[in-house]
């Protein structure tokens, strides 16, 4: 096993004037983010450095999402994010669309010596 999952959260967010999916994308992050908290490394003393983040935002056109954008904002680890299609697009009848993204934020780290997750 190369890797393993310390953790993942979930997260929406949505623009609801702009139809900007990385502002979306972004606030979904930013809940998931908020609902973790990785006290594992100040715990046993391991660096966030060892850490890989894997973000998988969901809207309904991908290719709108400023991926540069979004891991320039992740605070920890090596970060890797991508869109799929998912979210939604919802139509007001006065005229904009509102775009909501959802999120999962997972951790992970390479095995560890001295102490192992259960699998």
């Known amino acids: 096993m190369s890797e393993q999952r310390i953790i993942i959260e979930m997260g ?24 973790s ?30 991926i540069a954008s979004l891991v320039s904002k992740l605070p920890r ?4 994010v991508r869109a799929v299609k998912g979210g939604l697009n919802v139509e007001n009848p006065a005229g904009n669309t509102v775009v909501i993204a959802s999120a999962a934020v997972e951790a992970f780290l390479p095995p560890q010596t001295g102490w192992t997750l259960r699998e």
């Open 12 to 35: 929406m967010g949505n623009d609801q004037y702009g139809m900007d999916y990385t502002k979306a994308a972004s606030r979904a992050i930013e809940d998931a983010i908020r609902h």
């Open 37 to 66: 908290s990785l006290s594992i490394f100040a715990s046993l003393d391991l660096s966030t450095d060892i850490m890989r983040v894997q973000v998988t935002i969901g809207v309904q056109e991908p290719d709108k999402v400023d």
């Open 77 to 80: 680890g090596h970060a890797e």
